[in-house]
C-alpha cells in the first residue's frame, strides 16, 4: 500500500501550546498538534491522557485557558462551537449521541443544511451502512450499539465538511462494522476531507492514518507518521507499551 507523503501536505488544524483546565483539573498541559490537509491523523493514547478533552477543546465544548488552536488560517480559539461547525468542523464523540426519540432519517435531517438532505449522498453513505436504510424510520434510540455510531457518523458527514473529529469509533463494535468504518473512511479521505481520529485500537488506525500523535498525561509526547510507527515494533512497544497496554 502506498502512503501519501506528509511532508507534501499542508497544516489545516495546528494546536500550540493549548491548555484545558475542567474545575479544578489541569487536563491538556500544553498539547502541540498539526493535522494535515487532506490526510487522517490519529490520536493514540492510554485512557484519561487527554484525546477526548483535544476534541472537545478543537469543538470549543470546552475552553482552552492558555495556548492556541488555528483552523484553516482562522485563530478559533475563543469562538463559539456553532461557529466552529459552521467553519466545516463536525464532532462524533464517544457517546454515540444520537436523538432517540427521532427516527433514522430525522437525525440526519437535523445536520442537512436548511433541512434538505442530498439522496445522492445518502446513497452514498448507506453503500457502507446498510443498515441506516433498513432502519430509516425507526426510533434511533431502538437501534444497537453499532447502529447507533453509524448514525452518529452518518449524520456527521451528510454535509460535506472540512474536518471530522471522530472519538474511539470502534469501542464494542462487531468486527463486520469495523470493516464498514475503515472503507468509509478511505472514502472519505478520497473526497479530500481531514480526519482526526482518536482510537485505541491500533490494528485498526494502523493502515489508515498519515500521522499519529501519542498522548499521554495531558500532553503529545510523539508525533510522526503512520507507516513509520506501525513498521518500528520497538517504537510500538516504547510508546504503546508504557501508554496503553500497561495501563489496560
Known amino acids: 500500500m502506498e502512503h501519501p507523503n506528509p511532508n507534501t501536505r499542508e497544516p489545516l488544524l495546528t ?30 493514547g492510554r485512557n484519561g491522557a487527554g484525546k477526548t478533552t483535544t476534541l472537545r477543546t478543537i469543538m470549543g465544548l470546552w475552553k482552552a485557558s492558555a495556548g492556541s488552536i488555528m483552523f484553516d488560517g482562522r485563530d478559533i480559539t475563543k469562538m463559539a462551537t456553532p461557529d466552529i461547525a ?3 468542523i463536525a464532532y462524533v464523540p464517544e ?20 433541512g434538505a438532505l442530498d439522496e445522492a449522498r445518502v446513497d452514498w453513505i448507506c453503500g457502507f451502512f446498510p443498515a441506516l436504510k433498513k432502519f430509516w424510520n425507526y426510533p434511533a ?23 471530522l473529529l471522530v472519538d474511539e469509533p470502534t469501542k464494542g463494535l462487531a468486527p463486520a462494522i469495523v470493516q464498514s468504518l475503515m472503507a468509509a473512511f478511505r472514502e472519505l479521505k478520497d473526497t479530500n476531507t481531514t480526519i482526526l481520529l482518536v482510537e485505541q485500537n491500533f490494528n485498526f488506525v494502523r493502515t489508515l492514518g498519515d500521522t499519529v500523535g501519542v498522548m499521554d498525561d495531558g ?6 507518521s503512520m507507516p513509520a510507527l ?18 489496560q
Open 15 to 44: 494546536l500550540s501550546g493549548v491548555h484545558t483546565h475542567i474545575g479544578q483539573y489541569h487536563i491538556l498541559q500544553g498539547v502541540d498538534l498539526v493535522v494535515l490537509r487532506g490526510g487522517m491523523s490519529i490520536l493514540l
Open 230 to 247: 506501525a513498521n518500528d515494533e520497538e517504537l510500538q512497544q516504547r510508546l504503546l507499551g508504557l501508554s496503553l497496554d500497561s495501563h
Open 86 to 88: 459552521r467553519l466545516g
Open 141 to 163: 434510540g431502538n437501534l444497537s450499539g453499532g447502529q447507533k455510531q453509524m448514525v452518529a457518523i452518518a449524520r456527521a458527514i451528510v454535509e460535506p465538511r472540512k474536518l
Open 95 to 114: 457517546s454515540m449521541a444520537v436523538f432517540s426519540d427521532l427516527t433514522v432519517r430525522e437525525n440526519l435531517y437535523l445536520a442537512a443544511r436548511n
Open 219 to 224: 500532553r503529545v509526547v510523539h508525533a510522526g
